[in-house]
């Protein structure tokens, strides 16, 4: 017996190695498969990617159009016919990248940080263009901007070729009719190159979109891209419609031409009606007038609902499935941040500070992510029911899994009043009084897909006035990741503020480095330059920042028992599986639904009306996302309230998780943070002085005005340009982000 049990002890420590080897064998081979498998759908979605963008410029040829026709023969007997075609040609492949996304997002290991050994340009952190019209624009960026250029002016010149070889096809006609017909022709080209162009434009504002997730572009900075497209649109159809007034008017027709309703073609008067509408929107939203009055702006911009519906009206289904595919996707996000925004949510806490900044603490579900560098756009009821306004997060996924919380500040109307309810309380006012009238809506939370920010050993930070809160947001979760032994590759952080004055340093209270990380210091250097460029001197004495933080009558206002409860999870980042299944079960329903009304409504009643059969269309992708989209939402709304019932059941509670940040003092300017008095940030010298001369990447991520962004890119461009040219390798590459939003 003695000799068994020591046969048996002797062998113990060899069976568990061999279960361990064969463990790490079976997890080696399942992350070879899981690379196998997103290599493979990534491929596919480049592949799919690739050909689509080549069928824009394929169409204007003689060999795109007879390619075209001869589908279109081939399909005539077909129950969805040139609509059909259409649709599979020009949205087809949107679909299929956006199914395709679903998986290659469930299988990405969404924490997993990879750092950049090597250093190398990217293009889509290289500025190439820093002013102009365009603002900052990196190089892939502006090799998107050239294709479009290319494909116009191809579009252009390919159907001037063909509308010159088919004037002989209109009989004998003088010089001028010739002139008149060509206009005409041309005419009809700009308005077919629009209608190309539309099938981009809705996609980069399509918040929650899965297609934006998987290109890792948040909608913040997706919205460039949108008004790009949209005054490009905008420019096409102006000469679309100059090119056909200008003929009616020659042949003395315009206003029989304006008010004429044609059934087996284009119904001009709903075309009038539809760019009417694009025009005020294009006005509108100039950047002048969108700066200056932004109210007009924000309203008039809901006028898009009646510029896609005259649009179908006037097109007719067949030309406008060429854009159906956009519109679709951005009905479904769109449908979706209805449902979320009519939740109302619980305002946790609220602080006031001395600088006129007011901080929001929300009540959110566990399994609602985001990262540092996401946003929600808010709606306050009490101060007005209709606009919405976007603000960076201020806290990060690791400071609490029950709350977010962003910072206002008071430079407009809307914030103002906001603070004011806030603040104009009386001391003896109870907490639940002072607050329990306030009642939040919430939409997202959005943003990048990866916190890209973490795989940079190096962070450059600069923000100008309320751009610190997304910084103040990576502050804490770098420092949370260090603390909590998460991957994080940065080591140094330089965060350069420029400020009007030294009072808005109290914000700086949110962020307890020494509370969140005792030790961080070992690991991580951070070093805070601020700038208040309105103030020649110390208002106080050295080394003494604003202490207190000024709060609602005095204090934090903590809400206990107010209105609301937490964030709803129905959002496009809410879950991978059931966004993914919302997009494709949807979609599919479309398809169902069309191919329905066309079996049992349009085939036996024969229905050939242009103008109808548009609407018909609008009309069924309309109905798929209310009906089909609407049951899957449903379940989603189902699985999230037995989540949260299941989470209560095992004891987890916002009301256990403190979150006291607010109520701390502020930071005291001691080490590792300066002030600079009566000055702006120097950008050469800042990145001289904190260069790297390890050759190693270097993160510069703004936030603030245009012109800040275009100074630390001008900056950015010009290191990067030199290092190019240089010989050495020491030098550091600058990788240039913006995060700002484009409105």
Known sequence: ????????????????????????????????????????????????????????????????????????????????????????????????????????????????????????FRLWTFPVLVDGPFGVVSAAELIGILLFVVFVLWAVSAYAVTNFEMLPTYGDLTLNQKRVQMLQMSAYCFAFIALSCLAFLFLPITRGSILLRLVNIPFEHATKYHIWLGNLIMFLLTLHGLGYMTVWIIRGILLSSIVEWKSDGGANFAGVICYGFGLVIWISALGPVRRRYFDIFYYTHHLYIFFVIFLALHVGDTYFSKAAGGIFLFLLDRFLRFWQSRRTVKITSATCFPCGSVKLVFSKPKNLRYNALSFIFLKVGEVSWLQWHPFSVSSSPLDGKYHISILLKCVGDWTSKLRGKLSNCSVNQSELDLHANLTASIEGPYGHESPYYLKYSKLILVAGGSGISPFLAILSDILNRIKYEKPCFTRNVLLVWAVRNSGEVSLLSTVDMESICPSYSDKLTIEIEIYATRESEPLLEEGKAERGVLRCGGSVGWIQGGQGGAMSLLCGTGSKVWCGVYVIISSIGFV????????????????????????????????????????????????????????????????????????????????????????????????????????????????????????VARECRSRNLRRSCSSSSSQPVFHFHSHSFCF
């Open 592 to 711: 169902v639904i069309w191919g329905l009304l066309e079996k049992y409504y349009m085939v036996p009643l024969d229905v050939s009306y242009w103008w109808y059969r548009g609407i018909l269309f609008l009309g069924s992708m309309v109905a798929a996302v209310v009906m089909v989209g609407g049951g899957v939402v449903a379940l989603w709304h189902i699985w999230e309230r037995k989540w949260v019932e299941a989470a209560e059941e095992d004891g987890e509670r916002l009301d256990n998780e403190t979150v006291t940040r607010g109520s701390q003092e502020s930071v005291g300017v001691g080490s590792g943070i300066k002030i600079r008095y009566g000055r702006r940030p120097d950008f050469g010298e800042i990145f001289e002085e904190n260069g790297i001369s390890d050759g190693s990447d270097v993160g510069v991520i703004v936030c603030g005005p245009s012109n800040l962004q275009s100074s």
């Open 1 to 120: 017996m003695a000799l068994i049990q020591s046969q048996n002890t002797s062998d113990e420590p060899f069976l568990p190695s061999l279960d361990e080897t064969e463990k790490g064998s079976r997890k080696k081979l399942g992350c070879f498969f899981v690379s196998l498998s997103k290599w493979v759908l990534k491929v596919t979605m480049w592949v799919v990617f690739i050909a689509w963008i080549a069928l824009f410029f394929l169409i204007p040829s003689d060999y795109g159009t007879n390619l075209y026709d001869d589908l279109v023969t081939a399909t005539s007997g077909n129950l969805f016919g040139e609509t059909g075609v259409a649709l599979l040609l020009y949205g087809g492949p949107l679909f299929i990248i956006a199914f395709l996304a679903v998986p290659y997002l469930i299988i990405s290991d969404e924490e997993q940080v990879h750092e950049h050994k090597a250093p190398r």
